[in-house]
T-cell receptor, first 113, second 107 residues
Framework: KAGVTQTPRYLIKTRGQQVTLSCSPISGHRSVSWYQQTPGQGLQFLFEYFSETQRNKGNFPGRFSGRQFSNSRSEMNVSTLELGDSALYLC????????????FGSGTQLSVL | GIQVEQSPPDLILQEGANSTLRCNFSDSVNNLQWFHQNPWGQLINLFYIPSGTKQNGRLSATTVATERYSLLYISSSQTTDSGVYFCAVERSNDMRFGAGTRLTVKP
């Protein structure tokens, strides 16, 4: 079974731009969740999508958004980038996040200059 | 929101030694998981363990939900065990991670 695939692996953007990150879950998994990891704040939950619906959301501004397609692939969008958005963005898939193990992708390292 | 504390923050071991990592949480939870992040940033799920005890090879974990803590045991540590160990808890769809324990295993 293929693992969770995130693209791209690295991204460099400038302040004010927007960015879209992609995540393909493990086949059969309907839940995709997103996380931000920074040295200062650690790992934080962004949001979760299940069957194309946002099911849960962490405490992040509206500039962070996402969506899930019918094949369970998910995208995360960050608009009007700020320097503080520089982070490793991780996605994870599971059969059902709240009750099953999470499987993580390798992440997208975003640098905002 | 729920508070998660991991201890110790850093741990240095000689290969072959055993260790215990702790995760304390401030409220009842319905989900607790342990992860290992390797030096390349990849997060690997070790255990899904909201309560009870589980073992997987040299690793085992115990969660005492009523006392709001979980322990991760690593026996006969190897250099490949190096990295950061995180616990993550969830309550009412609010998921929180601990700050992690950075483990270094020296040959």
């Amino acid at each position: 079974k293929a693992g969770v695939t995130q693209t791209p692996r690295y991204l460099i953007k400038t302040r004010g731009q927007q960015v879209t990150l992609s995540c393909s879950p493990i086949s059969g998994h309907r839940s995709v969740s997103w996380y931000q990891q920074t040295p200062g704040q650690g790992l934080q939950f962004l949001f979760e999508y299940f069957s194309e619906t946002q099911r849960n959301k962490g405490n992040f501004p509206g500039r962070f958004s996402g969506r899930q397609f019918s094949n369970s692939r998910s995208e995360m969008n960050v608009s009007t980038l700020e320097l503080g958005d520089s982070a490793l963005y991780l996605c994870a898939s599971s059969a059902d996040r709240a009750h099953e193990k999470l499987f993580f992708g390798s992440g997208t390292q975003l640098s905002v200059l | 929101g729920i508070q998660v504390e991991q201890s110790p923050p850093d741990l240095i071991l000689q290969e072959g030694a055993n260790s215990t990592l702790r995760c304390n949480f401030s409220d009842s939870v319905n989900n607790l998981q342990w992860f290992h992040q390797n030096p390349w940033g990849q997060l690997i799920n070790l255990f899904y363990i909201p309560s009870g005890t589980k073992q997987n090879g040299r690793l085992s974990a115990t969660t005492v939900a009523t006392e709001r803590y979980s322990l991760l045991y690593i026996s006969s540590s190897q250099t490949t065990d190096s990295g950061v160990y995180f616990c993550a808890v969830e309550r009412s769809n609010d998921m929180r991670f601990g700050a992690g324990t950075r483990l270094t295993v020296k040959p």
